[in-house]
């Protein structure tokens, strides 16, 4: 009887375990929507959603509407070449159209033909690493393979546009220091006067650096800059080499490109 008793006493204060749990998970969701909107956000934002497979392209549009975009799907070159008007917040593409399996390299060319610096993310099942460096080299902010759950791709579309955001609120003005000129609208880089010839990668590198202002930038933080998928430690350490290298070209005295081992690099204004 004494088990039985104790049963009971459980059972009473379940309803309020489970209430209180209920009160857990809303709160939970209340501040992943708010994290959500402090990351990109859905207000106002225009998806273009590009997908043959009309399954995939449903659930694409599904995910990203209940997070509060609105979503354009289109199944073709042709229909986004002819419907779309105006220019959108982001453009989903896959490259695999149809009968062609390079289609969405052709659109991204043409998107950004018409709307230069719009983001784009390649969304595709080739995993290649060509196809990875061709799709960043023509202009994508980034380059996601399937299969990818609906919440991931939704956290990435957020990243893409605070990016995207910050850029539109005049962060990418010019950048100077110590005789270094740094242009990243016009991917143009002059130290002391003498035009300096860096890669995408390296200038998005030495643009968040300078941007921190002496405050340290870990490895992931670099990484993300770049706009690229996966950067490994070493691979970052090597583009900061042929940075520094290239300024010392011009000036054997630069050493504004500090490293702090195990964390990530610092910017000191190198001498005027």
């Not at 460096?133 to 956290?155: C, H, M, N």
Request: net charge negative; aromatic share 6%; hydrophobic share 40%.
């Amino acid at each position: 009887m004494q088990s039985v008793r104790s049963s009971w006493k459980l059972n009473e204060t379940t309803p309020n375990i489970i209430s209180s749990q209920k009160r857990g998970m809303v709160t939970l969701r209340a501040r992943e929507q708010l994290a959500f909107e402090l990351t990109g956000g859905a207000m106002n934002s225009h998806i273009v959603v590009v997908e043959d497979d009309v399954d995939q392209l449903a659930n694409y549009s599904y995910a990203l509407s209940k997070k509060g975009f609105t979503v354009s799907g289109y199944e073709s070159a042709d229909e986004i070449q002819h419907a779309l008007s105006g220019q959108p917040s982001l453009v989903l593409l896959d490259i695999h159209l149809g009968r062609d399996p390079d289609a969405g390299f052709g659109i991204c060319q043409w998107l950004l033909d018409r709307y230069p610096g719009l983001p784009v993310i390649f969304l595709t099942s080739r995993t290649d690493e060509i196809d990875q460096i061709f799709g960043l080299r023509l202009g994508a902010w980034d380059y996601l393979t399937k299969p990818i759950s609906t919440a991931l791709l939704v956290e990435k579309v957020a990243a893409v546009l605070k990016r995207a955001n910050r850029a539109r609120n005049g962060m990418d003005t010019v950048l100077t220091d110590g005789g270094l000129i740094v242009d990243p609208d016009r991917a143009q880089v002059s130290y002391h006067g003498e035009p300096v010839s860096l890669t995408v990668t390296e200038l998005a590198i030495l643009e968040a650096l300078m941007r921190a202002e002496g405050a340290v930038l870990t490895y992931d933080q670099l990484a993300e800059r770049t706009r690229q998928t996966v950067v490994t430690n070493n691979t970052l350490s090597t583009h900061i080499k042929h940075i520094r290298r290239k300024l010392k070209l011009i000036d054997q005295s630069f050493d504004a490109l500090i490293n702090v081992y195990g964390t990530g690099y610092r910017w000191e204004s190198p001498p005027g």
